[in-house]
């Protein structure tokens, strides 16, 4: 079942004349973020009506709506701006990098806002869901393999040191996942947030964290939750490997190198 969050509920048409009026450009932005299995579907919400708070700092929104199915969010934002379709790809791009982004005339805007008005709640889904989810699970399969192959370099590194140009293969291009960081007996640990399947409470205020099957069914103890942190995988340094399943790395940071312990659930 798809939910809808209509984000406006004034009459959209005067922004849009007005936008006509001044010869701006209009665009069409459309935007996936399918959230982990133990946060809420008020933090996936969350998380869209941020982005679409930097999107109405760079544009005029003319008309925007969030829609929702399981743990699938989509936004989907009709605006207006006087930067030309490449100039305003490279702000946007800047801003929600994984934006789709399209130009589109005032009468395709004109079908949106009118459709948005009379159509039902029922008549509401998410284009194109099937697919994104498939291309978000092989991302997320990929991800975890690149993960172990990493693991497996810094363990045979240290008895056969592998050379400096097959590391660097990896390290090219961006690779945005998010982590979920933690305590664990004093040490900062993190794992990839779409591994945890859910979270608990344990006893002495430790909280549980329960792995997706398919990443190895196991529970992990930790002492206090501190956040989720996005970092990019193919900038990680692995350093060594400190227990089985436990690996030290390094991710570059604005305020300088952040080391933490990488745990990869395939070789606990």
Known sequence: MVSTEKR?????????????????????????????????????????????????????????????EGTLHYLSVICSSYARPESFSQIMKRTVPLAIIEEIDSLHAEEWITLR????????????????????????????LLLEYRALLAEYNSV??????????????????????FDQNGS???????QVLRTSGGSNGSSILELQHEYGQRLIICDDLICIKEIQV???????????????VIAPAIS????????VPAFL
């Not at 193919?234 to 030290?248: I, P, V």
């Not at 300088?256 to 745990?263: E, N, Q, S, Y």
Request: with cysteine.
């Open 8 to 68: 406006y509920n004034y009459d959209n048409f005067p922004v849009l004349r007005g936008a006509a009026i001044r010869g701006e450009y209009l665009y069409h932005i459309r935007l996936y973020s399918e959230r982990a299995a133990f946060q809420s579907a008020e933090a996936g919400l969350l998380r869209m009506r941020m982005l679409l708070g930097f999107i109405e700092a760079r544009a005029v929104v003319i008309d925007a709506i969030i829609r929702t």
């Open 160 to 181: 056969m040191p592998v050379s400096s140009s097959v590391r660097r293969i990896h390290t090219n291009g961006g690779l945005s996942v998010n982590f979920l960081l």
């Open 256 to 263: 300088g190198p952040f080391g933490f312990t990488l745990i």
């Open 117 to 144: 008005s009379v159509r039902n709640e029922s008549w509401n889904v998410i284009p194109f869901s099937g697919a994104v989810r498939t291309v978000n699970e092989s991302r997320r399969i990929l991800v975890s």
């Open 234 to 248: 193919t900038d990680l340094e692995f350093k060594s490997k400190k227990t089985r399943g436990y690996y030290s």
């Open 188 to 194: 900062i640990c993190a794992i990839p947030d779409y």
